[in-house]
């Protein structure tokens, strides 16, 4: 099971950081995505982390985001800044069975948290 949390509103050029607190399993069996939905697009791939600790991010966040996990408390956090109003979304945590590398495809995933609103005003 996964929790987001974390979101909120924010400036352009502000920063916020989500939280995806996971029970249940460890995450060294697992890689973790952050995904994001905006209203009327698909949902889009993030960033994520493998279970061996390797990160992706996805050209859009890349410099700007930075994801990272503390195995004591089970938590994944995604930092977010120097955001834009393009980041304004519902994001979403994500596990994957997928340990040695991870997915930024919403499909390899096999359970989600629930979303938390980002919102980036200009």
């Known amino acids: 099971q996964l929790q987001a949390s974390g979101g909120g509103l924010v400036q352009a050029g502000g920063s916020l950081r989500l939280s995806c607190a996971a029970s249940g399993f460890t995450f060294d069996d697992y890689s973790i995505g952050w995904f994001r939905q905006a209203p009327g697009k698909e949902r889009e791939g993030v960033s994520c982390i493998s279970g061996i600790g390797d990160t992706y991010y996805a050209d859009s966040v890349g410099g700007r985001f930075t994801m990272s996990r503390d195995s004591a408390k089970n938590t994944v956090y995604l930092q977010m800044n120097s955001l834009k109003p393009e980041d304004t979304a519902v994001y979403y945590c994500?596990?994957?069975?997928?340990?040695?590398?991870?997915?930024?495809?919403?499909?390899?995933?096999?359970?989600w948290g629930q979303g938390t609103q980002v919102t980036v005003s200009s």
């Open positions: 994500a596990g994957s069975r997928r340990v040695y590398d991870c997915s930024r495809s919403p499909y390899d995933y096999d359970f």
